[in-house]
Nanobody
Framework: QVQLVESGGGSAQPGGSLRLSCAASGSIFGIYVMGWYRQAPGKQRELVAT???????NYADSVKGRFTISRDNAEKTIYLQMNSLKPEDTAIYYC???????????WGQGTQVTVSS
């Protein structure tokens, strides 16, 4: 079993910054990818950014140049630095972990990010 615990959500003004963290624990072995997804009210959950065990990253076009995902393999923790926030970034942000071989994936409970003036 895998547990993912997110932290760092909150409110920010447009142009501001927030940093999210996600700590993974439990039976974590082998190669896996971790990432952030978000879901705004009335919309489907969408990819924000992913980071592989190797450190390679992938970003949604809407956040490229503004958000940075990073990873501490030893601590099994990922971070999402969000800069130049926009009102359309408002959503619940979810952490995800997926194992490479089995494709089993796990979700955190989500953390609210609100961007408004």
């Amino acid at each position: 079993q895998v547990q993912l615990v997110e932290s760092g959500g909150g409110s920010a003004q447009p142009g501001g910054s927030l940093r999210l963290s996600c700590a993974a624990s439990g039976s974590i072995f082998g190669i896996y990818v971790m990432g952030w997804y978000r879901q705004a009210p009335g919309k489907q959950r969408e990819l924000v950014a992913t980071i592989f065990h190797s450190g390679s990253t992938n970003y949604a076009d809407s956040v490229k140049g503004r958000f940075t995902i990073s990873r501490d393999n030893a601590e099994k923790t990922i971070y999402l630095q969000m800069n130049s926030l926009k009102p359309e970034d408002t959503a619940i942000y979810y952490c995800n972990l997926e194992f490479h071989l089995t494709r089993l994936n796990y979700w955190g409970q989500g953390t609210q990010v609100t961007v408004s003036s």
